[in-house]
T-cell receptor
Framework: EAQVTQNPRYLITVTGKKLTVTCSQN?????MSWYRQDPGLGLRQIYY???????DKGDVPEGYKVSRKEKRNFPLILESPSPNQTSLYFC????????????FGPGTRLLVL | DQQVKQNSPSLSVQEGRISILNCDYT??????FLWYKKYPAEGPTFLIS?????DKNEDGRFTVFLNKSAKHLSLHIVPSQPGDSAVYFC??????????????FGQGTTLQVKP
C-alpha cells in the first residue's frame, strides 16, 4: 500500500529536550515536505526537499532542522523545542512531475510543556 | 499576511443538496490551485485541482471554478453526502521559474453534511 508514515503520532515533551519526528514514504517520490497546522492558520510549510541531499527552508523554518540522506526518509528535528512549537505536524511527499499533488502522512501531534 | 483565505470556517448542508466552498487569494503569481480534504486524525488528501488557464474542472461530484479577475475559486459538491463531512483546504502554488512545489494553504472550512 502506497503511504507516508510518521512516528510518533503523539508526543508530549518538555522545553529544550531534543526530539526527532520520522517520516518515511514508499512511493519513490523525489519531493518531500514538512508542514505544521495551527488553528486559524491552515498548513504552513517548514522545510522541503526536492531530492536526496537537497533541502530548503519553507515559510516557518525557525527552530527546526531536516535531513534527506535517503530518498524514502525525511526526519524533522527539533534541537531545543519550545512551547510555540506545540502543533500538529504533517509530512508529505510527491513525484517531481507533480509536486503540488502531495500525499500526506497521518500527522504527529506535539505538545511542548 | 494570509495569501489564501477561506473566510467561512464552517458550512452545514443537507444531504443531497449542493455544497459550495469558497476561497480567495491575493497573489497574482499563483497559477495552480488545489483542494484537499481532511478527516479527523488523518492527513489531508488531494481532491481536485485547476490550472489558471482553465476556469472549470470537474471530477464526478466535485467541480472547481476559478475566477481569475476576482482572484476567487470555489468547490462545488453535488450531491453532498454525509461522507463528505470533513475539513476542506484550498491551496495555491506558482509554476513560475524555480517551481519548488510550495503550497500556500487557506485556513480550512469544516463541512458538515446532515443526513
Amino acid at each position: 500500500e502506497a503511504q507516508v508514515t510518521q512516528n510518533p503520532r503523539y508526543l508530549i515533551t518538555v522545553t529544550g529536550k531534543k526530539l526527532t519526528v520520522t517520516c518515511s514514504q514508499n512511493m519513490n517520490h523525489e519531493y518531500m515536505s514538512w508542514y505544521r497546522q495551527d488553528p486559524g492558520l491552515g498548513l504552513r510549510q517548514i522545510y522541503y526537499s526536492m531530492n536526496v541531499e537537497v533541502t530548503d527552508k519553507g515559510d516557518v523554518p525557525e527552530g527546526y532542522k531536516v535531513s534527506r540522506k535517503e530518498k524514502r526518509n525525511f526526519p524533522l528535528i527539533l534541537e531545543s523545542p519550545s512551547p510555540n512549537q506545540t502543533s500538529l505536524y504533517f509530512c508529505a511527499s510527491s513525484s517531481s512531475g507533480q509536486m503540488e499533488t502531495q500525499y500526506f502522512g497521518p500527522g504527529t501531534r506535539l505538545l511542548v510543556l | 499576511d494570509q495569501q489564501v483565505k477561506q473566510n467561512s470556517p464552517s458550512l452545514s448542508v443537507q444531504e443531497g443538496r449542493i455544497s459550495i466552498l469558497n476561497c480567495d487569494y491575493t497573489n497574482s503569481m499563483f497559477d495552480y490551485f488545489l483542494w484537499y480534504k481532511k478527516y479527523p486524525a488523518e492527513g489531508p488528501t488531494f481532491l481536485i485541482s485547476i490550472s489558471s488557464i482553465k476556469d472549470k474542472n470537474e471530477d464526478g461530484r466535485f467541480t472547481v471554478f476559478l475566477n481569475k479577475s476576482a482572484k476567487h475559486l470555489s468547490l462545488h459538491i453535488v450531491p453532498s453526502q454525509p461522507g463528505d463531512s470533513a475539513v476542506y483546504f484550498c491551496a495555491a502554488s506558482s509554476h513560475g521559474s524555480g517551481n519548488t512545489g510550495k503550497l500556500i494553504f487557506g485556513q480550512g472550512t469544516t463541512l458538515q453534511v446532515k443526513p
